[in-house]
């Protein structure tokens, strides 16, 4: 990859300090693509993922950027428009990848307005608002991917996830309609809905507790839970051309889970 391109094609990864974010953005950028990556907690994620990319021989770059307040979306814009300009000479974005969010794990009954409202704000409002407050950047032809959940589809329904499905159940249905209403600039709108994947979601629940693994394991097709790099694959995929012929569609990246 060369550090000189200044044509580089670049992509916006928010929530990308860890997980399937971080797993997005190394995959991206080894397809020669630049990125930008987010974060709200936790800057030193953000920058050990900026750091791998580059010490791979990619081009990166990371903002600070709190999903759940969209009054901060304008000032965001501005602060990429001076990356794009100062790390690439770029006035353009190719695709935006919305993942930042957090898990699920609240049972109905124990269910709060705020808890439901803070779902709301970073899981469905957030990657909406933010994708408008972008899209003048976004370049013709360019791509949107939201990150959903395999919970949104049948045969995954577990206890705790009602107000975190419900979310991401919208955000799956908001792709398919902003895949039609960008389709006149031939913007690719889609969707990529993960199984259990390793990530630090759950206030890092795998880690804390790995007795879940093997049910959920269990559960998967491929006998395993899913990785970030997996995920990011395919993210990766929905961001290039080899996807240009797909649009409005949620693409289901679990290892078979819940077959």
Not at 28 to 45: K, L, Q, S
């Amino acid at each position: 990859m060369s550090k000189q391109n200044t044509d580089q094609r670049i992509v916006v990864i928010t929530g990308a300090s860890s997980g399937i974010g971080r797993g997005a953005a190394i995959e991206i950028a080894a397809r020669d693509m630049g990125v930008v990556v987010t974060y709200n907690a936790r800057p030193e994620g953000a920058d050990r993922t900026v750091e791998e990319i580059r010490e791979a021989g990619g081009r990166a770059a990371a903002l600070p950027l709190d999903f759940s307040r969209t009054e901060t979306f304008p000032d965001f814009a501005r602060a990429l428009r001076d990356v794009l300009a100062t790390e690439w000479g770029a006035g353009r974005l190719h695709a935006l990848v919305n993942n930042a969010g957090f898990g699920g794990g609240r049972g109905f009954e124990e269910m709060t307005v705020d808890a439901f409202d803070d779902y709301y704000r970073v899981l469905l409002r957030g990657p909406y608002f933010l994708t408008q407050a972008l899209l003048p950047l976004i370049e013709d032809g360019g791509a949107i991917v939201n990150t959903s959940s395999s919970s949104v589809r049948p045969g995954d329904t577990e206890p705790g996830f009602s107000g975190y499905a419900a979310m991401k159940g919208g955000l799956v249905i908001a792709t398919r309609f902003l895949a039609k209403e960008l389709s006149s600039r031939s913007i690719r709108v889609n969707a990529v809905s993960p199984g259990p994947t390793r990530t630090r979601l759950g206030d890092n629940a795998f880690e804390r507790f790995p007795e879940l693994i093997d049910g959920l394991a269990a559960k998967t097709a491929f006998g395993r839970i899913g990785e970030p790099a997996d995920v990011g694959k395919v993210i990766a995929f929905l961001v290039s051309d080899d996807s240009a012929w797909i649009t409005g569609e949620d693409i289901q990246a679990s290892g078979g889970y819940s077959l």
